[in-house]
């Protein structure tokens, strides 16, 4: 199985910058896509950025052009460096990992218990 744990959350002003981690173990064979997902009260868990095992991103486009999505294969580590903070961005953000396993074929996602990331003034 794969434990996942976030980090790096906490109260910043609008226009300030967070850097979240992400840190993946356990036992599994690959890890390949993971992903920055966060819920604000009311909403629904949403997609900010995710990035392959080979480094190629995606990025919700209220996040565009101000978070950058980033990982690290040997340490198993994910980043997400936040900029130009807004107050909407206040959401509990949760680390997903796509891991394989059971098998190296088969993918599941796990996730990690959250870092709440507070923007305001």
């Known amino acids: 199985q794969v434990q996942v744990v976030e980090s790096g959350g906490g109260l910043v002003q609008p226009g300030g910058s967070l850097r979240l981690s992400c840190a993946a173990s356990?036992?599994?064979?690959?890890?390949?896509?993971m992903g920055w997902y966060r819920q604000a009260p009311g909403n629904q868990r949403d997609v900010v950025a995710t990035i392959t095992s080979s480094g190629s991103t995606n990025y919700a486009d209220s996040v565009k052009g101000r978070f950058t999505i980033s990982r690290d294969n040997v340490k198993n580590m994910m980043y997400l460096q936040m900029n130009s903070l807004k107050p909407e961005d206040t959401a509990v953000y949760y680390c997903n990992v796509e891991a394989a396993t059971r098998s190296r074929w088969i993918i599941n996602n796990y996730w990690g218990q959250g870092t709440q990331v507070t923007v305001s003034s």
């Open positions: 356990g036992s599994f064979f690959s890890i390949n896509a």
